[in-house]
T-cell receptor, first 116, second 113 residues
């Protein structure tokens, strides 16, 4: 079974500082990896995805993530935090064991706080 | 295109009752997945439907069921509600082939009293 570990349930940064949210996955096959963001009382919005193309993936709102197979990591970064980035972030891996790419396994989430 | 819509947005039920939640996918999408989100367990996969057939299922009891209609709209049903079923239920749609991304709706917040 696949699994996702997000290190740090809560990360706090100052506005303008680097954002680094960590994600490690476990998978027996090449995975598809995703980062989603959730604002209060809303659903999940896709930030970016990795599907075995370029290892550095650029997403929306200035976020990017790098797939490192040797480290089984897919950390999310943004050079300069903005107040509007405050939200909960989820890393997810897709499970194809059942013949479908659509069973997402999520990490526990990281709540990002941005201080003025 | 309109996004994924879920109805109702909020629901309050009592233990023992049953509930039906509805999801309308993005136009042209044939795959619909359901997830349960709770503070304790996080986001957990319930099931996925494609062209009216259940293609994948998570580890939930049989009280949780779903179906998909010919227009790709989906419903999920929870019978004999328990307090622990209180959660945000999220629906996601996808075109349904290859490495498609799932697009999520706003969710239905179910409270069981």
């Amino acid at each position: 079974a696949q699994s996702v570990t997000q290190l740090g349930s809560h990360v706090s940064v100052s506005e303008g500082a680097l954002v680094l949210l960590r994600c490690n996955y476990s998978s027996s096959v090449p995975p598809y990896l995703f980062w989603y963001v959730q604002y209060p009382n809303q659903g999940l919005q896709l930030l970016l995805k990795y599907t075995s193309a370029a290892t550095l993936v650029k997403g929306i709102n200035g976020f990017e993530a790098e797939f490192k197979k040797s480290e089984t990591s897919f950390h999310l970064t943004k050079p300069s935090a903005h107040m509007s980035d405050a939200a909960e972030y989820f890393c997810a891996v897709s499970d194809i064991s059942g013949g479908s790419n659509y069973k997402l396994t999520f990490g526990k989430g990281t709540l990002l706080t941005v201080n003025p | 295109k309109a996004g994924v819509t879920q109805t109702p947005r909020y629901l309050i039920k009592t233990r023992g009752q049953q509930v039906t939640l509805s999801c309308s996918p993005i136009s042209g999408h044939r795959s619909v997945s359901w997830y349960q989100q709770t503070p304790g367990q996080g986001l957990q996969f319930l099931f996925e439907y494609f062209s009216e057939t259940q293609r994948n299922k998570g580890n939930f009891p049989g009280r949780f069921s779903g179906r998909q209609f010919s227009n790709s709209r989906s419903e999920m049903n929870v019978s004999t509600l328990e307090l622990g079923d209180s959660a945000l239920y999220l629906c996601a749609s996808s075109p349904g082939q290859g490495s498609d991304t799932q697009y999520f709706g706003p969710g239905t917040r179910l409270t069981v009293l």
